[in-house]
């Protein structure tokens, strides 16, 4: 099955500063990357996600790459404020898994320092 | 539009016992999926249903089970309870259910067995 793996598991910056967070996945089949953010006491909140079709995605502050070839994608936020503060999680999803199964990275703690 | 909706928020039971989860998806979605976390194990895939059918299943014993109504609401159940079952126990929809349909999360139940 696929398997994600997420770097790094705690990170911090200080507030202005650019944060990235990196997964590698194992199932070529895999085609959908989305990431999450989940604050103390809530559910993962969806803040993008890319499509294997698709080799950078922008959003504001936030970006996505992929690179099928590696089997990486990265996260890119820049200008962090404080309320970036959160923990983040990578996922992977595609025909290897079947449906609609997310495989989740182990989580980046995301501390923005004032 | 209204998110994803979770019952209870909060669970505390005893070993042995059985509990039920309620979820409602955002309305017009058919897929739902449910995700256990723990500190331990992170975010692992419990199990997907679409138009009342179960599509997928997660490395979960059966004790773990759940269904889906003609209105797409979901419940989950789980019977004998054990002290490793204490999690956050997360319902998240999608408009289908093919691999890069966009999966937004409630809330989830905090469960606590005792």
């Known amino acids: 099955g696929e398997n994600v793996e997420q770097h790094p598991s705690t990170l911090s910056v200080q507030e202005g500063d650019s944060a990235v967070i990196k997964c590698t996945y194992s199932d070529s089949a895999s085609n959908y990357f989305p990431w999450y953010k989940q604050e103390l006491g809530k559910g993962p909140q969806l803040i993008i996600d890319?499509?294997?079709?698709?080799g950078e995605k922008k959003d504001q502050r936030i970006a996505v790459t992929l690179n099928k070839t590696a089997k990486h994608f990265s996260l890119h936020i820049t200008e962090t404020q404080p309320e970036d503060s959160a923990v983040y999680f990578c996922?992977?999803?595609?025909?290897?898994?079947?449906?609609?199964?997310?495989?989740f990275g182990t989580g980046t703690q995301l501390k923005v320092e004032l | 539009k209204a998110g994803v909706t979770q019952t209870p928020r909060y669970l505390i039971k005893t070993r042995g016992q059985q509990v039920t989860l309620s979820c409602s998806p955002i309305?017009?979605?058919?897929?739902v999926s449910w995700y256990q976390q723990t500190p331990g194990q992170g975010l692992q895939f419990l199990f997907e249903y679409f138009s009342e059918t179960q599509r997928n299943k997660g490395n979960f014993p059966g004790r773990f089970s759940g269904r889906q109504f003609s209105n797409s609401r979901s419940e989950m159940n789980v019977s004998t309870l054990e002290l490793g079952d204490s999690a956050l126990y997360l319902c998240?929809?999608?408009?289908?259910?093919?691999?890069?349909?966009?999966?937004?999360f409630g809330p989830g139940t905090r469960l606590t067995v005792l």
């Open positions: 998240a929809s999608s408009f289908l259910a093919g691999t890069t349909d966009t999966q937004y």
């Open positions: 309305s017009g979605h058919r897929s």
């Open positions: 996922a992977a999803s595609g025909e290897g898994g079947g449906g609609n199964k997310l495989t």
């Open positions: 890319i499509r294997s079709n698709v």
